[in-house]
């Protein structure tokens, strides 16, 4: 008999099965598709030669994550390419503002009257980042807190809506860039604790980058694989489970799934029905014939580019996509191009890029022609540059990936409570009805972005249970 079966191959339950069999326990991971990798994969979805990450590209979280950096991941092939800006937010008139490494430069970039006021925000946390992400990332109660103090300040700031941040900000650029970051989790910038996303993508770009993995982010998952395997640990692929007695005999399961999902596949009848899943993003990945004509000079430095020509026009989309049941006329755009740092993506002289929007949850529509309006805004002739492009709205998301219902990335509304209270209100949120069964996708704290947190705080929970038994 097995110690753990962990259901789905996406860095949560990769790292969940790391974590277990660090600790000697003999693990085995059951993945439905062909290839490991979730929401980190690489595919050629455009023409030959062209590699796409068909869903996350860059990886501020991964780079700053508690659980990756105790791993050896380098070893097994994962190496982190940092663009000479991490992320940059152009305007209309050809000018932007940027998140540098360097508070300074981003402090700069806002101009005169915002630019002390910024360094103000990050001073109290950036010099105690790691130890506050450990805290942050590990709620709650898989840890006691390092540093009571930052973490209870970092609330302070953090969890009133990111409005209430952005007022010490006189000018639109600043606050800009700060209402894009919110929008990376699809939440209402009016909404509980946007300020403390908005901050923690502030302080990870300044503690390490927004770096890509080289050759794509299937990397992080193919480099967590193989250090699995290296530690005895078992990988199935083309395994579908559509119940419990589809498993090997196993002391503990570990679902890597959407709660609707582990709730079918275990019989848990409406024990997650008050779990609220959130908009769908609208996904189009370009084969270019060069770089991305952007006007605005930083912008062709950096590795991501936020979209948006102020923060009414950023809050619009969200309104539009969350609330109002419509997709946006000028819909606000991540961005990330990974060709200003990696040439293997592409063949010489050509570039990937990658973009997404915000539509309805379940949206059937073609938001293409929408974003691409919105592309020559700032990087006019952007259209000429098209060789070929690969779209995938909700449906095709969901249909890609099981855990995007709705076609919602973040496998969960990121807005209220559930900000913080995920998938249940509970003090063991990896916990199930079944005391041998758990759960440790992005529906748990601390939410979505590939960092392995909520697999590494499961397995916590997990290798509980398997020493008392």
């Known amino acids: 008999m097995l110690d753990a079966v962990v259901v789905g191959a996406g860095p949560n339950g990769l790292t969940a099965a790391v974590e277990l069999a660090r600790r000697g326990f003999?693990?085995?991971v059951f993945e439905a598709r062909d290839t490991v990798g979730g929401g980190a994969r690489t595919e050629e979805l455009t023409l030959p030669g062209f590699r796409h990450d068909p869903c996350s590209a860059a990886h501020p979280l991964a780079i700053n994550s508690p659980a990756f950096r105790t791993m050896p991941l380098e070893r097994y092939g994962l190496e982190w390419l940092h663009a000479e800006l991490p992320m940059a937010h152009p305007f209309t008139d050809g000018t932007a503002a940027v998140l540098s490494r360097s508070v300074a430069e981003t402090a700069a970039s806002f101009g005169p009257r915002d630019a002390?006021?910024?360094r103000r925000l990050v001073a109290p946390f950036l010099p105690k980042w790691d130890t506050l992400a450990r805290d942050f990332m590990s709620l709650p109660l898989t840890a006691l807190p390092r540093d009571p103090v930052t973490l209870a300040r970092f609330g302070l700031v953090g969890l009133p809506p990111s409005a209430w941040l952005t007022r010490r900000f006189q000018d639109e650029k600043a606050k800009t860039l700060f209402a894009g970051l919110v929008a990376h989790v699809m939440a209402p910038l009016n909404g509980f604790a946007t300020g403390a996303i908005g901050l923690v993508f502030a302080l990870a770009a300044h503690a390490r980058g927004w770096p890509v993995a080289r050759g794509g982010s299937q990397s992080i998952s193919d480099a967590l694989t193989?250090?699995?395997?290296?530690?005895g640990g078992l990988v199935h692929t083309d395994y579908e489970v559509k119940r419990l007695d589809d498993l090997p005999p196993a002391r503990a399961y570990v679902f890597d799934t959407s709660p609707t999902a582990l709730a079918r596949i275990a019989g848990f009848g409406r024990y997650y029905e008050g779990y609220k899943y959130g908009p769908g993003v609208f996904k189009v990945d370009y084969a270019l014939d060069g770089p991305v004509p952007w006007?605005?000079?930083e912008a062709r430095a950096a590795?991501?580019?936020q979209i948006g020509?102020?923060?009414?026009e950023i809050g619009a989309a969200l309104t539009a996509a969350s609330r109002e049941g419509r997709a946006p006329d000028k819909p606000f755009m991540i961005t990330v191009q990974p060709g200003v740092v990696d040439p293997t993506r592409a063949p010489e002289g050509k570039q990937v890029f990658w973009a997404y929007g915000?539509?309805?949850?379940?949206?059937?529509?073609d938001l293409t022609d929408a974003m691409e309006r919105q592309l020559e805004r700032f990087a006019p002739g952007f259209r000429d540059r098209v060789l070929a492009r690969a779209t995938a709205g909700p449906p095709e998301l969901a249909a890609r990936n099981a855990n995007y219902i709705g076609g919602d990335i973040a496998s969960g509304a990121v807005s209220g409570l559930q900000i913080l209270l995920r998938p249940k209100l509970s003090l063991s949120p990896y916990s199930t009805p079944h005391p041998a069964v758990f759960i440790c996708s992005s529906a748990t704290p601390p939410g979505p972005g590939v960092h392995g947190m909520s697999g590494h705080n499961a397995a916590k929970a997990v290798w509980r249970r398997l020493r008392q038994t």
């Open 116 to 118: 002390g006021a910024y």
């Open 358 to 365: 915000h539509v309805p949850s379940g949206w059937t529509g």
């Open 303 to 305: 590795g991501t580019v």
């Open 26 to 28: 003999s693990v085995a």
């Open 226 to 231: 193989a250090y699995l395997k290296d530690l």
């Open 295 to 297: 006007t605005a000079e």
């Open 309 to 312: 020509a102020d923060s009414a």
